[in-house]
């Protein structure tokens, strides 16, 4: 799929194994999902438009490249979304941040929004939606329709691990959001969890399992 990428870098590797390892503390989880994040912002960054300006070094006038003035707002899905975003801002400092809220109904498994607040200017910004399990692909269809409702027309999104399932439902609907992982597992389950996965990440995040 054209606007699926899979960011198989060695060190994002390395950190998601340590992620998926059930003995991994709640501290430890937070820094390795925060770098993950650091480190795939690199990928979803990639394609930014440059433009350029003329310096001056110590030894020359020279010209060099600068971003074109493309903003970005970094969107996460509430809660266990924010644990990406400080990884994202070591990179993007001036991103503007949204947040979106959504629970999954346990027993349709459709999300329902509670809470939505985006930067006002969200429609001239490169939307980075970040979620760290892309599973059934129900949170990422509201999050993406709610962003499209607010006047967002360039959206990525960007995950930790995806079931082939949630790529096919999000990519079927949305066509045209960039999709970012470090790993597309075997399948979800019975219950929405993604399999070999990681559990869930909220609870690992912030230690309330």
Request: charged share 25%; net charge negative.
């Amino acid at each position: 799929m054209n606007n699926v990428t899979v960011v198989s870098h060695p060190l994002i590797q390395h950190k998601l194994t340590m992620l998926r390892d059930k003995n991994t503390s709640s501290k430890d989880f937070r820094e390795l999902v925060k770098e993950i994040a650091m480190l795939m912002a690199y990928e979803v960054t990639r394609n930014l438009p440059l433009e350029d300006i003329d310096i001056e070094t110590p030894i020359c006038k020279t010209t060099g490249k600068v971003l074109s003035g493309q903003d970005i707002a970094i969107v996460p899905i509430l809660r266990a979304g924010l644990g990406m975003v400080d990884g994202m801002l070591d990179l993007i400092p001036n991103a503007k941040i949204g947040h979106i809220g959504l629970y999954r109904n346990e027993e349709t498994l459709q999300p329902v929004e509670y809470y939505c607040k985006l930067p006002k200017d969200i429609e001239n910004r490169i939307v980075i939606i970040t979620e760290p399990m892309l599973s059934t692909g129900g949170s990422m269809l509201g999050a993406i329709e709610i962003l499209k409702r607010h006047g967002a027309k360039k959206i990525k999104s960007i995950h930790l691990v995806c079931a082939p399932e949630g790529i096919e439902v999000v990519t079927k609907a949305h066509p045209d959001v960039e999709i970012y992982t470090a790993s597309i597992d075997e399948k979800f389950n019975d219950i929405g969890y993604i399999v070999p996965g990681l559990g869930d990440a909220g609870d690992r995040l912030f230690g309330t399992k």
